[in-house]
């Protein structure tokens, strides 16, 4: 059984094209019936709006295995005085789910992946919390990479902020334990009895996906087709408890060398 990232995983973060053996990967687990969820951290898109675009690419993937911090966060954030940062379409999203964008008196900062952060928006961001704003990030990405270039992730800059004021954090999607939680949910809805030891998480994301998934006893593989060139920029500056158990270059790899399991 498995858990898949997007980005980095299944499609190019330079153009969002599959990367090689991705869509083979897919199909394989729908062929042979193997239970699997689509967890991604997408923001940019609506849920349905970017599964959209998975199937129009070549995934063929049911609305049911698929699941994005989009899909909880009215669950998790209340919609009124919102201070939110990140890409326009994101923002864009959270005015279409009926969240107020406020950035006088806000009482709720919600981070998203945002390449070009300001440091006056570090220091708005800093007097909100220190007010007594909270603290939420729809995701813990490490590190966010586009057109080449890797920038610090959700993650990264959500531990910033907590050194800087003080302040705890809460975490929509990957790798937070209710997000886990709820995608194992969905899966039972495949595989009736399925816990965390009977999934095995692939992403591209060592340090916040699979870490996450580690300390919950799920099997990790990493990608090296996403954020890091190769397994020694990361790999070797890990803990021990949450190294990956095993590495590919990509998911074309993992068809060919790994032994796919229900």
Known sequence: MYFIDVQGTLISDKDKSPIKGS???????????IPYMIVTNNTKKRSKDFLKYLNS???KIDIKKYIDPLMLLESRVSKDA????GAIEFLDTLQNMGYNLDYKNPKTVLLAIKED?????YALIIDFLLKGAKLVGMHGTSIYAKNGKRYPGVGAILKMLEFATSSSYDIVGKPSIIFYKEALTRLQEQAL???????????????????????????TIFVTSGKY?????II?????KLKPDFIY?????ILLEHKMEK
């Open 193 to 219: 009895h399925a816990n965390f030891e009977d999934v095995t998480m692939i992403s591209d994301d060592v340090k916040g996906d699979l870490g996450g998934a580690k300390q919950l006893g799920m099997k």
């Open 236 to 240: 070797p500056f890990i803990d021990k």
């Open 117 to 121: 952060f300001t440091s006056d928006e």
């Open 229 to 233: 060139k190769n397994s020694n920029e």
């Open 57 to 59: 690419i070549g995934f």
């Open 82 to 85: 919102v201070a939110a940062y």
């Open 249 to 253: 270059k990509n998911m074309q790899d």
């Open 23 to 33: 869509k083979e990967f897919i199909d394989k687990l729908n062929r042979e019936e």
